[in-house]
């Protein structure tokens, strides 16, 4: 057994009779959606407002202290250790969730970070391997999962690319590379949509920084499933602060990447 999946957390003896979706009401109730990376705040915001929205939540992240914090935070998601930069673990992984709750309908790439400084020249293979890591993870577990979107009803599949890749600077460049190429590799997914599954959709989150855009994006993310996906897949939504309403307005927390 892969070391990376030692340790499961709130899993249960596993036999698949499809019981494992939770009872649970809401517009999103019976889908099923993995977070990748549900240990930032933006995993934190993103997990509670799809349990919220009655989908079964499965939680996945590489530190099993971050993971019992999220369990104590937002009950009743389903946590699970994973390196999802190891595509034997991410296959093991999928293995035991098709088991204990059949194929999933959502996959929410939130693994990321940031490095840079230094102009070309200081554009180090120590922040590059850390950051092509992220591109990593959503490879892997969007080819493990790939399967899974294009059958459900409503398969979706989110990520957060940045505006570095339109408009990238020296002092940036390894980052700007590294989100240019999870860009390209998620509107592929959404042209390979597009031919095997036009229920299913590929969306792409794009922003300056994350920082105060918590509660939007997972506002957003939440209301992918209620959207067309003929007009949502591919398309790169540039994210932004919505405009307060002064009858119900509330501070956003913020969110790291």
């Not at 204990?100 to 070309?120: A, E, M, P, S």
Request: proline share 4%; aromatic share 6%.
């Amino acid at each position: 057994m892969s070391p990376a999946l030692d340790r499961t957390v709130g899993e249960a003896a596993e036999t698949h009779d499809g019981a494992a979706r939770m009872e649970t009401s809401g517009p999103l109730a019976g889908k099923i959606v993995l977070i990748a990376g549900a240990t930032s705040a933006s995993g934190t915001a993103v997990a509670r407002a799809l349990v919220d929205a009655g989908a079964t939540v499965l939680a996945v992240g590489t530190r099993p202290e971050a993971l019992d914090a999220l369990a104590q935070t937002v009950p009743g998601v389903d946590t699970r250790v994973c390196d999802l930069a190891d595509r034997s673990a991410v296959a093991e992984l999928a293995m035991r969730i098709h088991v204990k709750f059949g194929d999933i309908d959502g996959l929410v790439h939130l693994v990321g970070g940031w490095r840079g400084g230094g102009g070309i020249g200081g554009q180090t293979d120590e922040d590059w391997a850390f950051l092509e890591r992220s591109f990593a993870t959503l490879r892997n577990t969007s080819r493990v999962f790939y399967d899974d979107l294009v059958g459900s009803p409503a398969g979706r599949l989110a990520m957060v690319s940045s505006t570095a890749v339109d408009r990238p600077y020296a002092g940036g460049a390894n980052y700007a590379a590294a989100k240019a190429a999870a860009d390209a590799w998620t509107r592929a997914i959404a042209q390979g949509f597009s031919k095997e599954a036009p229920r299913a959709a590929a969306a792409i989150f794009v922003v300056k920084s994350l920082s105060g855009l918590e509660d939007e994006l997972a506002r957003q993310v939440v209301g992918l499933w209620g959207e067309d996906p003929s007009t949502i897949n591919g398309v790169r939504r540039l994210l932004t602060e919505p405009v307060a309403d002064t009858s119900t307005a509330s501070d956003p927390a913020r969110i790291e990447e």
